[in-house]
C-alpha cells in the first residue's frame, strides 16, 4: 500500500486487524519530532518512544537511569512530529512496580502530557496485575518478553532468550499471560526464532520483533541503527539501512574547514 493510502490514523485495533490479515506490522523507535515527522513520512505504523533514549542520546551503557519526566518529554516532542502513526512510549525502569496508584499516574502522563496512545511495559509476571488494571483504566499496553534490557542485571548478558526448554516454556506462558492481562501487542526481543514463531502463532495479538526471526507479525528497529548513526550498536541483527555517520561528519568537516578557512559565509549567505 501506498505511503498516500495509508493516511488514516493508526489504533490498537488496525494492529489486530493487520494481525488478521497478515500485513506485516513496522515499528520503528523515535525520540524528537524531527525524525518522527521524517519516519512518518516514510510510512512507517508504530513509532515507539524507547527508553533506548537514554543510550542512544544520553550516551549511558543502559536504559536503568531513564526516568518519567524524560519519557514524558520525549513523548510530546513525538507526538508533535506525527498524525498517523501510533505512538507508544516505553515506561522506565521501576516507574510501574510500585504502587496501582503510582504505576496509574506514570502511565497516565505519557497520554495525557505526552499524547502517546499506548505504553510498553517489559517482563511478566510481577507487572501482570497492574496491566490488566491499566487496561481497564483505558491505557493500552504493549507488552515485551525476552532480552528485557531493564532487567539486564538479573539476566546477566545480552544473549538470546528462550533456548533452554525450561526457558522457552516460562517465556510462552508469560506471552499468554500478558494477552489475557489485556495486552495489545507484544514485543519478543532477542527470542530464540523458532519459539518466537510458536508464540506468534498461539497469540492472537501481534507480536513485533527484534532480533527473533522473521515470523514475528512486524519488526521494529532503532532509528539510529538503522540509519548507521549509532556506531556503538553492532548486534547481529541490526541491518544498516543507511550509513548516515560519515555524511554528517563530512558535512560538519567541510563547515569548520569553511569557517576556519574564511569561505563561509560567502556575501549572500547573510
Ligand atoms: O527502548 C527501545 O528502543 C525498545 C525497543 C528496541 C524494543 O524497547
Not at 556506531?231 to 547481529?236: L, V
Amino acid at each position: 500500500m501506498s505511503v498516500e493510502g495509508k493516511a488514516r490514523a493508526l489504533t490498537v485495533a488496525s494492529l489486530r486487524r493487520m494481525k488478521a490479515k497478515g500485513e506485516r506490522i513496522v515499528a520503528i523507535t523515535a525520540y524528537d519530532a524531527l525524525f518522527a515527522r521524517l519516519q512518518e513520512q516514510a510510512g512507517v505504523d508504530i513509532l515507539l518512544v524507547g527508553d533506548s533514549v537514554g543510550m542512544v542520546y544520553g550516551g549511558r551503557a543502559d536504559t536503568l537511569a531513564v526516568t518519567v519526566d524524560q519519557m514524558a518529554y520525549h513523548t510530546a516532542c513525538v507526538r508533535r512530529g506525527a498524525s498517523r502513526a501510533l505512538v507508544v512510549t516505553d515506561m522506565p525502569f521501576l516507574s510501574v512496580q510500585g504502587s496501582f496508584d503510582a504505576a496509574l499516574a506514570h502511565c497516565g502522563r505519557m497520554l495525557s502530557e505526552g499524547g502517546a496512545q499506548a505504553v510498553k511495559i517489559e517482563g511478566c509476571p510481577a507487572v501482570e496485575d497492574t496491566i490488566r488494571r491499566l487496561v481497564d483504566c483505558g491505557i493500552p499496553v504493549m507488552g515485551h518478553l525476552g532480552l528485557i534490557p531493564q532487567s539486564i542485571h538479573r539476566l546477566g548478558s545480552w544473549g538470546q532468550r528462550g533456548r533452554s526448554e525450561e526457558e522457552a516454556a516460562r517465556l510462552l506462558d508469560e506471552a499468554l499471560r500478558l494477552e489475557k492481562a489485556g495486552c495489545f501487542s507484544l514485543v519478543l526481543e532477542k527470542v530464540e526464532p523458532g519459539l518466537a514463531r510458536r508464540i506468534t502463532g498461539e497469540l492472537s495479538i501481534p507480536t513485533i520483533g527484534i532480533g527473533s526471526g522473521i515470523h514475528c507479525d512486524g519488526q521494529v528497529l532503532v532509528n539510529v541503527d538503522l540509519l548507521g548513526l549509532y556506531e556503538e550498536m553492532d548486534a547481529s541483527f541490526v541491518r544498516r539501512f543507511a550509513h548516515l555517520a560519515d555524511p554528517v561528519r563530512a558535512a560538519v568537516a567541510a563547515y569548520a574547514q569553511a569557517v576556519r578557512e574564511g569561505s563561509f559565509p560567502s556575501q549572500d549567505e547573510v
